[in-house]
């Protein structure tokens, strides 16, 4: 069975930092494209970030300069460093992987992902 566990969420004053961490198991994703996604109080659902299996990446316009995703494959394991946080990065923070193998873009572009994690809170307090 296939899950993606993220944690890291939590408190933090506007400014701070967080880092959320997504582990998988089930399957290896190292070939596969992951993103995080997040979904704040009367908010769509966003694209924050995503990575491709050789690490190329995409960030949504809110959080360019501000937050990093990376991976460490060897752990199966997705990472989202978030510096200068705002009170508007309030939201469940969720993890996503792809289970086919394609092109950044196009995971951009679909924003379809076929594993999902359980979510994360983030709270920033301004």
């Known amino acids: 069975q296939v899950q993606l566990v993220e944690s890291g969420g939590g408190l933090v004053q506007a400014g701070g930092s967080l880092r959320l961490s997504c582990a998988a198991s089930?399957?290896?994703?190292?070939?596969?494209?992951m993103g995080w996604f997040r979904r704040g109080p009367g908010k769509e659902r966003e694209l924050v970030a995503a990575i491709s299996w050789n690490g190329e990446t995409y960030y949504g316009d809110s959080v360019k300069e501000r937050f990093t995703i990376f991976r460490d494959n060897a752990k199966n394991t997705l990472y989202l460093q978030m510096n200068s946080l705002k009170p508007e990065d309030t939201a469940v923070y969720y993890c996503?992987?792809?289970?086919?193998?394609?092109?950044?873009?196009?995971?951009?572009?679909?924003?379809?992902?076929?594993?999902w994690g359980q979510g994360t809170q983030v709270t920033v307090s301004s």
């Open positions: 089930g399957r290896t994703f190292k070939t596969n494209g």
């Open positions: 996503a992987a792809d289970g086919d193998v394609r092109p950044i873009q196009v995971l951009v572009r679909l924003r379809e992902f076929d594993y």
